[in-house]
């Protein structure tokens, strides 16, 4: 079945790098997607990649796919405090139609300023 | 710019009552989906529809009931509330077609369950 980890909790400074991992188990996945969610809000999509990719770049973010692990990162340079916020890893599993989806629990991101 | 929008944003019951939450989305997405967020346990899918007059089971569906009487608006009812039930409910919704489909949500209802 799928199944998508990820640490519960990652503390930074602010302007330094974060990296949070994920690992996911479905070898099917198509697309892995990173969501924010801040506090009283709903998720936010960040970012994705397609399962055939090894690396996108956007801006201050940059998600790193190895297919071979089943190991995803979502890297954030010059870390801000508006980056304060759980981070969920996702894997979407076939194309067009439905997809089925399964989030990770969530990493808590605290920025110290 | 609305989005997905989520109604009530806060709700307190009895253990029981019935009520309904409702998710209407304004960009014409054909798939609509209700999940539940409990500490630990991330988002887990409760329902879930491809289509005005369709309907799903997802992960956790017992408890729950939902409908999609038009293609804007996703309805989820709670017939007899249990303090089990007492969560962060997300609608999200997305498009049908096209490669990426990400989800896009709302900002949540809290329901407490006494």
């Known amino acids: 079945g799928e199944d998508v980890e990820q640490s519960l909790f990652l503390s930074v400074r602010e302007g330094d790098s974060s990296v949070i991992n994920c690992t996911y188990t479905?070898?099917?996945?198509?697309?892995l997607y990173w969501y924010k969610q801040e506090p009283g809000a709903g998720l936010q999509l960040l970012t994705y990649i397609f399962s055939n990719m090894d690396m996108k770049q956007d801006q201050r973010l940059t998600v790193l796919l190895n297919k071979k692990d089943k190991h995803l990162s979502l890297r954030i340079a010059d870390t801000q405090t508006g980056d304060s916020a759980i981070y969920f890893c996702a894997e979407s599993i076939g194309t067009g139609g439905y997809q089925k989806v399964t989030f990770g629990i969530g990493t808590k991101l605290q920025v110290i300023p | 710019n609305a989005g997905v929008t989520q109604t009530p944003k806060f709700r307190v019951l009895k253990t029981g009552q019935s009520m309904t939450l409702l998710c209407a989305q304004d960009?014409?997405?054909?798939?609509m989906y209700w999940y539940r967020q409990d500490p630990g346990m991330g988002l887990r899918l409760i329902h879930y529809?491809?289509?005005?007059?369709?309907?799903a089971k997802g992960e956790v569906p017992d408890g729950y009931n939902v409908s999609r009487l038009k293609k804007q608006n996703f309805l989820l009812g709670l017939e007899s509330a249990a303090p089990s039930q007492t969560s962060v409910y997300f609608c999200?919704?997305?498009?049908?077609?096209?490669?990426?489909?990400?989800?896009?949500f709302g900002d949540g209802t809290r329901l407490s369950i006494l």
């Open positions: 479905d070898s099917s996945s198509t697309y």
């Open positions: 529809s491809v289509g005005e007059g369709t309907t």
């Open positions: 960009m014409n997405h054909e798939y």
């Open positions: 999200a919704s997305s498009y049908s077609r096209g490669i990426v489909q990400p989800q896009h």
